[in-house]
């Protein structure tokens, strides 16, 4: 057997353990990935897929894709998690220096994405680039195309949107009957999630910050929004603005008085941001000690730990306040 | 000269200023109206968030805004002058880059952005834009005296080096993050204003026109060449000295609060020398006042055009700037 092959069962058995955990803790069952056949193998990988057909991915670009793509890799963290928990992990050809989860993903080779090593991916010759709107620049995926890398971007709003990407992701790689149970097994989490009965009271308001200096924040049209409302709480910054996440002054955030700051720990931040800022003392969640961290990669990563990230966030909503 | 035209543009100045702090306490997340100024002024109430929000965070907005325009419009005339070239500005000498590399440094090396509860970057940009300042003084220097070709040379040369280090720092930065903070404080912002930063440009720019209210004759004969000013009993050389000492510590006050912000010391004295004449009595202060309010008003306009944060406020200054420099370069070409 082709050692790369053994990896990459060892690769899948360290990443579906690593799901299962996450998924399993909250009720869902995830269907373990079954192998490819040798075919999958880099030199049979390497052969030129017969076939073609046409696509239209999230931002409307229409694509040219092979019917069964063997040389994929991702530009987004959050899609390289996907595409392990979906694809079959050896026709994964590289990853970005900032993807990290799952583990295994460390054994590929590193494509700078910022900037972007064009040198580097094309030398890979991808069959298909996945990646989420925001995270690559049209730019560098119109010289991507004009390369012949087809990119293929997926945007969300929702958490129903991930899903949806994932079983998106399955079609496009044969892999729909993998790519629906773990969607299955994510919505059956999530709903023994939402079964929980909620705090009383109404649902706080939440605000995450990005950045300090200048403030900035998640807006209402990123999927936070969505994680928050899942995890009983909503997103404090109700107004919607052209920017996914916007900056925000003190005085804005002061007439916003959210109940929930998350961000960073309630000591971390005293002695950092409300120390720089010390008007925003004033607000709920400082008042009441509702300041809290959250695991960043898990935030940040509308991938298959989106579950994950809502019951992270609902745990944190449901901490007492102090006084 | 006449007094009576010079006091009509002190009078229209000091009203304009005072007419944009008005209107700029009124523009914010909370709706502030007259009433509750005045009950501010009365008795104020720091329970109340909005009069919280008007004494701790609107009204040393503005002041600082007003400070760092006068500011940067005292030192740029102050740099024209050193010059004697109308086309100088206060970043002359690397301030700007100076400043920006002390900060890109902060960013990226410090494990922590505030040390013993003093906020860095701002001390960082100061010791940057100070230490640049003397590097370009030191190398501009002909035995003991300041001429102004071998000192703008330096100043573009040591500039250039700063922001290249700057750029560099920021590409081996390890997060986009940081390269959006180094961003956003190029392009100029007041958003961290408080009372407690105010004390520092304050005495700077009373320091500085306090000085040159003195030296005011002696200032406008050297704009007129350094020759002429000779030949009349102007100390050239300890005049140049001064000038460029005070333009560059209030030039770094202001960098260091509010980031490079451009045009204002170009424009505003060209615009006070064309109100009150090149040698005018009042320049200084009207220069001042003039600069106050032109920032004061640039930062309504961006929180106007898009609220709440604003359009940095360096946009908006570039964006009258530059149309204003081609009109000059072409008014000295013919």
């Known amino acids: 057997m082709h050692p790369l092959h053994l990896w990459s069962i060892f690769a899948r058995m360290r990443f579906s353990v690593s799901l299962l955990l996450s998924v399993v803790l909250g009720g869902g069952l995830l269907a373990c990935q079954s192998d490819q056949p040798a075919?999958?193998?880099?030199a049979a990988a390497a052969q030129l897929p017969a076939t073609t057909h046409w696509v239209t991915d999230d931002l409307g670009h229409r694509l040219q894709l092979p019917v069964q793509p063997r040389r994929i890799m991702a530009l987004a963290p959050s899609m390289t998690e996907m595409l392990y928990a979906v694809a079959d992990t050896a026709t994964i050809v590289a990853r970005t220096q900032v993807c990290d989860f799952p583990r295994a993903v460390a054994h590929k080779p590193v494509v700078n994405s910022y900037p972007l090593d064009l040198e580097k991916l094309v030398a890979l010759h991808p069959d298909?680039?996945?990646?989420?709107?925001?995270?690559?620049?049209?730019?560098?995926?119109?010289?991507?195309?004009?390369?012949?890398v087809p990119v293929y971007f997926q945007r969300y709003t929702t958490v129903e949107d991930v899903f949806r990407g994932m079983q998106q992701l399955g079609q496009l790689l044969g892999r729909t009957a993998q790519a629906r149970h773990l969607t299955d097994s994510l919505r059956t989490a999530l709903a023994a999630l939402q079964k929980t009965p909620p705090t009383p009271g109404p649902a706080p308001r939440v605000l995450a910050i990005t950045w300090q200096d200048p403030i900035y924040v998640y807006g209402q049209n990123t999927l936070f929004t969505d994680k928050i409302r899942l995890a009983g709480g909503q997103n404090a910054l109700q107004e919607v603005f052209a920017q996914p996440y916007p900056a925000l002054t003190r005085e804005y955030i002061l007439r916003l008085n959210p109940d929930v700051l998350l961000g960073g720990r309630f000591g971390q931040l005293d002695s950092t941001f409300f120390k720089a800022y010390p008007e925003l003392r004033r607000i709920n969640a400082y008042q009441t000690k509702r300041v809290f961290a959250v695991t960043g990669n898990l935030m940040e990563r509308p991938g298959p730990r989106v579950v994950e990230s809502v019951r992270e966030l609902q745990g944190l909503l449901r901490q007492p306040a102090q006084p | 000269m006449k007094p009576a035209r010079a006091g009509l543009w002190l009078g229209l100045s000091v009203g304009l200023l005072l007419g944009l702090l008005v209107l700029g306490l009124r523009v914010g997340s909370f709706a502030i109206d007259f009433e509750l100024m005045r009950r501010v002024l009365h008795h104020y109430d720091p329970t109340e968030p909005a009069q919280l929000v008007l004494v701790e965070l609107r009204l040393p907005r503005l002041l600082l805004a007003v400070l760092a325009g006068a500011g940067l419009a005292v030192s740029g005339y102050l740099m024209q002058t050193m010059v004697s070239n109308a086309l100088a500005d206060p970043y002359l000498l690397g301030t700007a880059s100076g400043g920006g590399l002390g900060a890109v440094l902060c960013?990226?090396?410090?494990p922590t952005l505030t040390w013993a509860g003093v906020y860095l970057p701002p001390v960082a940009a100061l010791l940057g834009a100070l230490g640049t300042t003397l590097v370009v003084l030191a190398l501009g220097m002909d035995r003991g005296q300041l001429r102004p070709a071998p000192l703008l040379l330096s100043g573009v040369a040591v500039g250039s080096l700063a922001t290249a280090l700057g750029g560099l720092l920021t590409f081996l930065s390890d997060t986009p993050d940081k390269l959006r903070t180094v961003t956003f404080w190029a392009m100029g912002s007041f958003e961290r204003a408080g009372w407690n930063l105010?004390?520092?440009?304050a005495v700077a720019l009373v320091a500085t026109l306090v000085v040159f209210a003195f030296l005011q004759k002696d200032v406008a004969i050297l704009l007129l060449g350094e020759e002429r000013a000779a030949a009349l009993g102007v100390p050239v050389v300890r005049l140049r000295w001064l000038l460029v000492v005070t333009a560059s510590a209030l030039t770094g006050c202001v960098v260091a609060l509010c980031g490079p912000i451009g045009f204002v010391g170009l424009m505003i004295p060209h615009v006070t020398r064309w109100l009150l004449g090149a040698t005018g009595r009042w320049n200084l202060l009207v220069c001042a006042l003039l600069g106050g309010g032109f920032l004061l008003g640039c930062d309504l306009l961006a929180r106007l055009l898009y609220p709440p944060a604003g359009v940095p406020v360096g946009i908006v200054t570039a964006l009258?700037?530059?149309?204003?420099?081609?009109?000059l370069l072409r008014k000295q070409g013919s």
Do not use: K
């Open chain 1, 39 to 42: 075919s999958s193998q880099p």
């Open chain 1, 128 to 148: 298909v680039v996945f990646t989420v709107e925001g995270i690559t620049s049209q730019d560098d995926a119109a010289r991507l195309q004009q390369l012949g």
């Open chain 2, 107 to 110: 960013f990226a090396l410090l």
């Open chain 2, 198 to 201: 105010l004390p520092y440009p």
């Open chain 2, 320 to 327: 009258f700037g530059v149309p204003f420099f081609v009109y």
